[in-house]
């Protein structure tokens, strides 16, 4: 099973649309997560962090449930900029902040 | 904004060549990183580096890897004997606080 894995995409959206990404981990005793987006043949870029609580960052909405041991990310009024591949990411309690990253699903916000 | 710095951009080396692959991270950061990324792969681990050790590694992280902090500012990754399978973008990560690391542009690694 793997430990980070997301919708395989690619998203195809056009600009303005409303778009959810989802993600699962396998090990219940993982402790930080995060969003990075990258670009093509670029590093990865931190989005944001995910609390339990949910949070928001201007258009960027990111839920944690740690029961489910599931992520999201939720796009409003998507921009042709953030055609990207998102990237969830977690580490393991414990860990020296060793980052597990899913394969990433790919959006493509079209005019 | 302060960023982490790679160099090459772009190395190509023989099979069997030994490669050092560089990195300058954030500069009050205290934790550093290298990640690799297969193209079309996902990125993975390699090695954390905490006080002037390593801290972490993964089972990719072998005999033929090695990190070293030389002076106060450069952080290097040597891969003794490069196997074709070594060919991937090398990341370079550096954190104030072991979360969240923030990357580098990275170093295309090309072994023929």
């Known amino acids: 099973r793997k430990e980070v894995e997301q919708d395989p995409g690619p998203f195809n959206v056009p600009e303005g649309a409303t778009v959810a990404f989802n993600c699962t981990y396998s090990?219940?005793?993982?402790?930080?997560f995060f969003w990075y987006r990258q670009d093509c043949r670029k590093e990865p870029k931190l989005l944001m962090s995910?609390?339990?609580s949910g949070n928001e960052d201007g258009r960027f909405t990111a839920q944690l449930n740690r029961a489910s041991q599931y992520i999201s990310l939720l796009i409003r009024d998507s921009k042709l900029s953030d055609s990207a591949t998102y990237l969830c990411v977690v580490t393991q309690s414990g860990s020296q902040g060793n980052l597990i990253f899913g394969k990433g699903t790919k959006l493509s916000v079209k005019p | 904004e302060p960023e982490v710095t790679q160099t090459p951009s772009h190395q190509v080396t023989q099979m069997g060549q030994e490669v050092i692959l560089r990195c300058v991270p954030i500069s009050n950061h205290l934790y550093f990183y290298w990640y690799r990324q297969i193209l079309g792969q996902k990125v993975e681990f390699l090695v954390s580096?905490?006080?002037?050790?390593?801290?972490?590694k993964s089972e990719i992280f072998d005999d033929q890897f090695s990190v070293e902090r030389p002076d106060g500012s450069n952080f290097t990754l040597k891969i003794r004997s490069t196997k074709l399978e070594d060919s991937a973008m090398y990341f370079c990560?550096?954190?104030?606080?072991?979360?969240?690391?923030?990357f580098g542009q990275g170093t295309r690694l090309t072994v023929v």
């Open positions: 990560a550096s954190s104030r606080d072991r979360v969240p690391a923030f």
């Open positions: 090990n219940s005793a993982s402790q930080s």
């Open positions: 995910v609390y339990s």
């Open positions: 580096f905490y006080n002037n050790e390593i801290s972490e």
